[in-house]
């Protein structure tokens, strides 16, 4: 029986520590490291996630705002939005939540934001950064996982890690990390064939594809660690991964669990690298 790596708790550990820092720059600067959200348009996944973003945010003394756009914002009218907030000095941190409206182009909207405002990790420069090695700001999803992969004891050197997915948001990232850290790395996405047969060598499998319970148990190297990135509605409204869970736990060595696991690492993250972003900005 696997054991259920508890990112809930995980999550808690990395937000008290950031509230620490948020407090002494608070102390240091006389104003609380700032976080602004743009959201456009009304995806109901979207707002659940902007709340929960904001809340936390002021639960580790971040400040913020969160700018809420109609759907019918055209791309101009969104570029010099992020093109104020980045210029605005206040402002430590910036977010455009995504997916944006299909009739807007998000790589020349983050293309625009400051680099160093930028909380996502998403900007070609902080891309950049993350593939030559350096640190900048990266992604928070693929940075959570591999803060749980280790919580999970497991030292990535040497080992075979196979990445489902290769999206900018956690796929291509996480497989840097990961390699950076000196696993051998896997990418496998929609066209990759025979997807179990590749699944079965991996001693850390990262699924972050979108379809429920896409991987099955028999899919799993027994012991692997098994890190799930999903969040997908069944249609009981009943939230679930890309990861079979329940056969997974009869196979692998540790565990992701949906709701619970990567998403309240994810928003952690953000956090962290908020007061980060804060703590350079002032440095500069
Ligand atoms: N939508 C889902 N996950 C994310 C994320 O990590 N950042 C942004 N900006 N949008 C998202």
């Known amino acids: ?4 790596i508890d990112g809930k708790a995980a999550a808690e550990l990395v937000r008290g520590a950031v509230k ?13 490291p700032s976080l602004h959200v743009v959201l456009v348009g009304d995806d109901p996944a979207s707002q659940v996630y902007v709340r929960n973003k904001e809340l ?16 019918a914002t055209t791309q101009a009218q969104l570029l010099t939005k992020v093109q104020g907030l980045s210029a605005d000095p206040a402002i430590d941190g910036i977010l455009v939540q995504l997916p944006l409206p299909k009739h807007l182009d998000e790589q020349s909207i ?3 934001l400051d680099p160093q405002k930028d909380v996502d990790g998403l900007h070609p420069y902080n891309a950049g950064l993350l593939m030559v090695g350096r640190p900048g700001l990266r992604p928070c999803t693929p940075s959570g996982c591999m803060h749980l992969i280790e919580a999970a004891g497991c030292d990535p050197a040497g080992k075979h890690a196979v990445v489902i997915g ?10 840097l990390m990961l390699l950076e ?3 051998t790395v896997t990418i496998a996405h929609s066209k990759t064939a025979d997807l179990m047969s590749v699944v079965r060598q991996a001693d850390i499998v990262v699924a972050a594809v979108g379809r429920a319970d896409l991987v099955k148990g028999s899919w799993l190297k027994p012991g692997a660690v098994v890190i799930d990135v999903g969040i997908n509605k069944k249609s009981d409204g009943k939230l679930c991964g890309d990861v079979d869970f329940a056969e997974a736990m009869a196979v692998a060595g ?5 709701p619970g696991g990567v998403g309240p690492m994810t928003i952690a993250w953000l956090l962290a690298n908020t007061v980060l972003a804060a703590e350079r900005r002032a440095m500069s």
Do not use: D
């Open 1 to 4: 029986m696997a054991s259920i």
């Open 20 to 32: 620490v820092r948020a407090e002494a720059f608070l102390q240091q600067h006389g104003r609380s």
């Open 56 to 71: 936390a945010a002021h639960k580790a003394s971040i400040s913020g705002l969160v700018h809420r756009l109609p759907i």
């Open 110 to 112: 983050i293309a625009c």
């Open 166 to 175: 290769r999206s900018i948001l956690v796929g291509k990232p996480i497989a």
């Open 181 to 183: 850290k000196n696993a």
């Open 254 to 258: 540790h565990v992701t669990p949906v």
